[in-house]
C-alpha cells in the first residue's frame, strides 16, 4: 500500500533532465529530484522512496532517509520557531513542522524533543505533536513475557524511565533493572517483563531467557551498579567478605558473577569485577 509519511517501492515510469517520474498508483506520478535518482537507473526500475510533500505543498519523491515516519515516534532537534510553531530536523530537504497547538512546553532551538508524527487530515500535512499521550494505550497490550520489543526512551519518573514501546504503548523500565547507560531520546531493544491487571506494562532491558539471572545474580548487578561500577571481590576473594557483602556463599557469587561476565555485563580483573 502506498502511502504518504511512509516508504514505498516504486517503479520508474519515465526519466527526464530534472529527475525521474515514479509510479505512484492512486497518486498518479510523483516526481523523484535528479540529485536522488541512483546512478545507472533505467525505465522498470524499482526504487524504495520516501514519499512526502515540498515546500509547495506538492508530492515528492526521496531517496534520503527521513529520522520518523507517519505512525512513529522519534526524537527530533528543533532548529527554528516562528509564529507558526517549531521546525525539527528530520533528515529531509524540507523540515518537519511542529505546530503550536500540538506543543505542551515551550519549544526551544537546539534541544531534542519526544514527538510524534502523523497527518494532520485538515489540510493533509505530514506534522509533528508532543502530546504523546493521545496517541499512545488505543489498543489493549497483548505481549508475552519475555518478549523482544522495540523500545524509545521518553521520559523519566520516580520509579524509572518511560519507554514507548513499538509506537504503540507506555512502559516503564524501574531503575533497578538498570545495569546500562540510557537516556532520553535513545532507541533500544527490551523485553516485556509482565503486563499488569491494570494494563501497565513492565519492562527489562536484558533478555532473561538467556542470560538466566536469577536473584543472586541480579543482587551483584544491582550492587556493582550502585559502586560506580566496581567491586573489589573477585573469583578468588575471601568467601566470608562474599558474605558479609551479599549474604549468600562463594559458590552462589561465582556463579553469578560468571553469567554476567558470559552476558559481556562484566570483566572479571585481579583487583576484583568491573561494569562493562
Known amino acids: 500500500m502506498i502511502e504518504l509519511g511512509k516508504y514505498s517501492t516504486l517503479e520508474v515510469v519515465k526519466l527526464v533532465d530534472f529527475g525521474a517520474y515514479l509510479n505512484a498508483g492512486d497518486f498518479g506520478q510523483v516526481l523523484l529530484p ?22 509547495k505543498d506538492l508530492l515528492i519523491a526521496t531517496t534520503q532517509r527521513p529520522r520518523s515516519q507517519v505512525g512513529q515516534f522519534s526524537y527530533l532537534k528543533a532548529i527554528a520557531t516562528n509564529k507558526v510553531g517549531a521546525f525539527l530536523d528530520w533528515g529531509l530537504d524540507k523540515d518537519l513542522l511542529l505546530p503550536f497547538a500540538e506543543q505542551n ?68 523500565v524501574f531503575y533497578n533493572d538498570i545495569f546500562q547507560d540510557i537516556k532520553i531520546g535513545k532507541k533500544v531493544t527490551g523485553y516485556i517483563k509482565r503486563v499488569r491487571e491494570d494494563g501497565k506494562i513492565d519492562l527489562t532491558l536484558q533478555k532473561a531467557d538467556n ?66
Not at 34 to 55: I, M
Not at 110 to 135: C, L, P, Q, W
Not at 240 to 262: C, D, H, M, V
Open 105 to 172: 512546553k515551550r519549544v526551544e532551538e537546539g534541544r531534542s524533543y519526544v514527538v510524534y508524527t502523523y497527518i494532520n487530515h485538515i489540510d493533509e500535512r505530514i506534522v509533528a505533536s508532543m502530546k504523546i499521550d493521545k496517541f499512545l494505550d488505543q489498543i489493549e497490550p497483548d505481549y508475552e513475557e519475555g518478549q523482544e520489543v522495540k523500545l524509545l526512551i521518553a521520559g523519566k519518573s520516580d520509579l524509572g524511565y518511560k519507554a514507548i514501546i513499538e509506537d504503540q504503548h507506555w512502559g516503564l
Open 34 to 55: 535528479k540529485k536522488y535518482v541512483p546512478e545507472d537507473t533505467d525505465v522498470g526500475n524499482e526504487l524504495k522512496v520516501f514519499l512526502y510533500l515540498d515546500s
Open 211 to 276: 542470560q538466566s539471572f536469577d536473584k543472586h545474580t541480579n543482587s551483584v548487578l544491582i550492587k556493582i551498579k550502585q559502586a560506580d561500577g566496581f567491586l573489589p571481590l573477585g573469583d578468588k576473594s575471601d568467601p566470608e567478605l562474599i558474605y558479609k557483602e551479599f549474604g549468600f556463599s562463594k559458590k552462589i557469587y561465582k556463579k553469578a558473577i560468571g553469567s554476567l561476565f558470559k552476558a559481556k555485563l562484566i570483566t572479571i580483573e585481579k583487583d576484583g569485577i568491573h561494569l562493562v
